[in-house]
Each structure stands twice: as structure tokens, then as C-alpha cells.
């Protein structure tokens, strides 16, 4: 007899479509834990190495980007398809894959990606007598900024700061998004030069 384990019904994989302010990207958003934290794939060579998901989404003609958070996977496509044409496509896909319960990032992902940052500097780039307004930036931006930008299918990153220039990274749907940019400049640049007198303007490099 099975195991009341293999018995019990799992709740169905649901799974909705978000627009993002990219008209480019577009969230799928599904009932199940995917990934805790944030797993950035723009090229096929990454995806490769770190998650099956996004390596059979990269094998779609029309995929051109994965950014893989929490519950959700946010697809930015190539220009020239419609999303009236892949949406269906893609959504059937992610759901069926899910339901299947294939690994969709490969465990140690985060632990690399942090390694990576380290290398190249990414988060460390201020000066000892900086770290106090760092510490107050990145707490901002990690309280206020990245929750609505989650919700929006994106993510931003503290990358540096340097006389009064805050740096960070734009992921997700909010790499190469339009309105990215206003965001920056209207929202974030001024809550932080509000809250943080230091702060004289923010930048942003895509992730």
C-alpha cells in the first residue's frame, strides 16, 4: 500500500501572468516556492551552468532573458515576437515544468554568485569612512525599494558609492525597462538624497 505521504494530493500548480513596466518582460507567477533569493540569467552560458529551467527556456526561439525569484520566473523576449503569439507557449511550459518538479536552479547558485561579486567588487566599492552612509543606502534600498520593485518582476543590487554617487544594478524585468529609468531618477533617487543629505545622485549599470 502507498504511503500516506505519496497519497495525499498536492495542491495544483497555479500560475498567472503579471505585466511588468518592461513591455518587453512579462512575470509568471506561480503558487510554489522557485528559488529563495534572486537567480539572474541574461546569457544561455550562465543558465547553463546553474539552472535547467532557464537553459530549456533559453531553447525557445523568442527567450532572451530569465530572472528567476521567489514564486515567480520573468521571461524578457527578442523584440520581434508578440507576446499575444508566446504567451500561452510559455505559460503551459513553466506550469508543466513545475509540475513535474524538475530542479529549477542548481544548489550552490547563490553561494558562486556571491563569490563572483566578491571578484569583481560588486557591493564593496566605497571608502572606510563611507560605510556608514553605505550601511543607511543599502538599508533603504533593501526596505523600501526592492519589495515594489519584486513586485514589478525585477530586482535592484547596491553595487557603490563615491562622492555622493550611489551605483546599483538593475535586474529582471527592470534591465533595459523604459521606465526603469524614472524610477530611478523620480523614486529612488529622491527618497535616498531625502532621507541621506550625503547622497547627490544615483546611477544604474544593467545587471
Same mark, same amino acid.
Given at each position: 500500500?502507498?504511503?500516506?505521504?505519496?497519497?495525499?494530493?498536492?495542491?495544483?500548480?497555479?500560475?498567472?501572468?503579471?505585466?511588468?513596466?518592461?513591455?518587453?518582460? =512579462?512575470?509568471?507567477?506561480?503558487?510554489? %516556492? =522557485?528559488?529563495? @533569493?534572486?537567480?539572474?540569467?541574461?546569457?544561455?552560458?550562465?543558465?547553463?551552468?546553474?539552472?535547467?529551467?532557464?537553459? /530549456?527556456?533559453?531553447?525557445?526561439?523568442?527567450?532572451?532573458?530569465?530572472?528567476?525569484?521567489?514564486?515567480?520566473?520573468?521571461?524578457?523576449? /527578442?523584440?520581434?515576437?508578440?507576446?499575444?503569439?508566446? %504567451?500561452?507557449?510559455?505559460? #503551459?511550459?513553466?506550469?508543466?515544468?513545475?509540475?513535474?518538479?524538475?530542479? +529549477?536552479?542548481?544548489?550552490?547558485?547563490?553561494?558562486?554568485?556571491?563569490? +563572483?561579486?566578491?571578484?569583481? *567588487?560588486?557591493?564593496? /566599492?566605497?571608502? #572606510?569612512?563611507?560605510?556608514?552612509?553605505?550601511?543607511?543606502?543599502?538599508?533603504?534600498?533593501?526596505?523600501?525599494?526592492?519589495?515594489?520593485?519584486? %513586485?514589478? @518582476? @525585477?530586482?535592484? /543590487?547596491?553595487? $557603490?558609492?563615491?562622492?555622493?554617487?550611489?551605483?546599483?544594478?538593475?535586474?529582471?524585468?527592470?534591465?533595459?525597462?523604459? $521606465?526603469?529609468?524614472?524610477? =530611478?531618477?523620480? *523614486?529612488?533617487?529622491?527618497?535616498?538624497?531625502? %532621507?541621506?543629505?550625503?547622497?547627490?545622485?544615483?546611477?544604474?549599470?544593467?545587471?
Amino acid at each position: 500500500m502507498e504511503s500516506t505521504e505519496n497519497t495525499q494530493a498536492k495542491s495544483p500548480v497555479l500560475l498567472y501572468t503579471e505585466q511588468t513596466p518592461n513591455p518587453e518582460s =512579462l512575470k509568471f507567477v506561480t503558487n510554489r %516556492m =522557485l528559488f529563495r @533569493g534572486t537567480a539572474d540569467f541574461r546569457e544561455e552560458d550562465l543558465a547553463r551552468e546553474w539552472s535547467p529551467l532557464a537553459t /530549456e527556456l533559453f531553447a525557445l526561439p523568442y527567450v532572451k532573458g530569465v530572472y528567476i525569484s521567489n514564486n515567480f520566473v520573468t521571461v524578457t523576449k /527578442e523584440f520581434n515576437y508578440g507576446w499575444e503569439d508566446i %504567451m500561452l507557449k510559455l505559460k #503551459d511550459f513553466i506550469k508543466k515544468y513545475v509540475e513535474e518538479e524538475k530542479e +529549477i536552479v542548481t544548489e550552490g547558485f547563490a553561494e558562486a554568485m556571491l563569490k +563572483i561579486e566578491a571578484e569583481r *567588487g560588486a557591493g564593496y /566599492e566605497y571608502s #572606510d569612512e563611507d560605510a556608514e552612509i553605505v550601511n543607511r543606502v543599502r538599508d533603504l534600498i533593501d526596505t523600501y525599494v526592492k519589495p515594489a520593485v519584486e %513586485m514589478d @518582476g @525585477g530586482n535592484i /543590487e547596491f553595487k $557603490s558609492y563615491d562622492k555622493g554617487t550611489v551605483c546599483v544594478v538593475m535586474q529582471g524585468s527592470c534591465s533595459g525597462c523604459p $521606465s526603469s529609468t524614472v524610477t =530611478l531618477k523620480a *523614486g529612488i533617487e529622491g527618497m535616498l538624497k531625502r %532621507m541621506i543629505p550625503e547622497v547627490k545622485e544615483v546611477v544604474s549599470e544593467m545587471g
